[in-house]
């Protein structure tokens, strides 16, 4: 269908996958933000932000009641957005 661009796949890399578990601990709507934000890199991950130097790229969420601010570390071809690390952002000083 015009307009639509294909979802590519979305690969959790092991150490996602630990950094993930570790924050749930702390974030209630881990699994709600998450699923936002990658629902776009499947779509549009060139819209975030590249590593200047790296084929690396982050995604950066906003702090809610019930979750911190998170980046989202990852890389992407035509078919794959592979998810790298998920980490808390570091509190403002």
């Known amino acids: 269908m015009a307009g639509q661009s294909r979802a590519r796949d979305i690969r959790e890399e092991e150490a996602y996958k630990d950094a993930k578990q570790r924050i749930?601990?702390?974030?209630?709507?881990?699994?709600?933000?998450?699923?936002?934000?990658?629902?776009?890199?499947?779509?549009?991950?060139?819209?975030?932000?590249?590593?200047?130097?790296?084929?690396?790229?982050?995604?950066?969420?906003?702090?809610?009641?019930?979750?911190?601010?998170?980046?989202?570390?990852f890389t992407f071809d035509d078919t794959t957005v592979s998810l790298l690390l998920v980490e808390e952002s570091p509190e403002p000083e």
């Open 24 to 73: 749930r601990h702390t974030a209630r709507r881990l699994d709600e933000i998450l699923s936002g934000v990658t629902w776009v890199m499947a779509r549009k991950p060139e819209s975030f932000p590249k590593i200047p130097g790296l084929d690396l790229y982050v995604a950066k969420t906003d702090p809610s009641p019930d979750a911190p601010a998170l980046y989202v570390w």
